[in-house]
């Protein structure tokens, strides 16, 4: 009976452990190697041969369940990958929007405000030539008949 319970913790031990380390749950795998172990002493009693078959058997089928959970790790590392560049590109899709409606708004602001500059110009230049107008009209009233 002794080597039934170091059998039954050992092999149970073994697949906490591997199952564990291939990221699967420990304690589900340890728990199916203890009854795969008192199923088979049930069915053949005081026979500790067919434990090792029954455990390599559990063992293949972790193997397989540690395939399919690595497949599936993977999918969804590929998918959320997927969905990170996805983001990005809608971020940076968002800050040249934003960017393009910042430098609309710098364009219309500059041509605001070289429409006033030209409008300051072109007042100037009336008022240069109204001066130049009443100057001439001045000289002429000043030359006019009498002298």
């Known amino acids: 009976m002794l080597g039934l319970g170091g059998g039954l913790f050992t092999f149970a031990a073994l697949f906490y452990f591997a199952a564990d380390y291939e990221h699967l749950t420990g304690w589900k795998w340890a728990l199916a ?8 002493n049930q069915l053949f009693p005081a026979s500790f041969i067919f434990v090792l078959p029954a455990q390599f058997g559990l063992f293949l089928v972790m193997w397989w369940a540690h395939l399919k ?3 599936q790790r993977e999918a ?72």
């Open 33 to 40: 190697s203890v009854a795969v172990t008192i199923t088979v």
């Open 69 to 71: 959970n690595k497949v």
């Open 76 to 147: 969804e590392l590929e998918q959320r990958q997927k969905d990170s560049l996805r983001e990005r590109q809608q971020r940076v899709s968002q800050a040249r929007e934003e960017a393009a409606a910042t430098t609309d708004f710098d364009a219309q602001a500059r041509e605001r405000e070289a429409a006033a500059e030209a409008a300051a110009k072109e007042r100037q230049e009336r008022v240069r030539l109204a001066r130049e107008q009443r100057e001439r009209e001045e000289r002429e009233m000043g030359k006019g008949p009498g002298t």
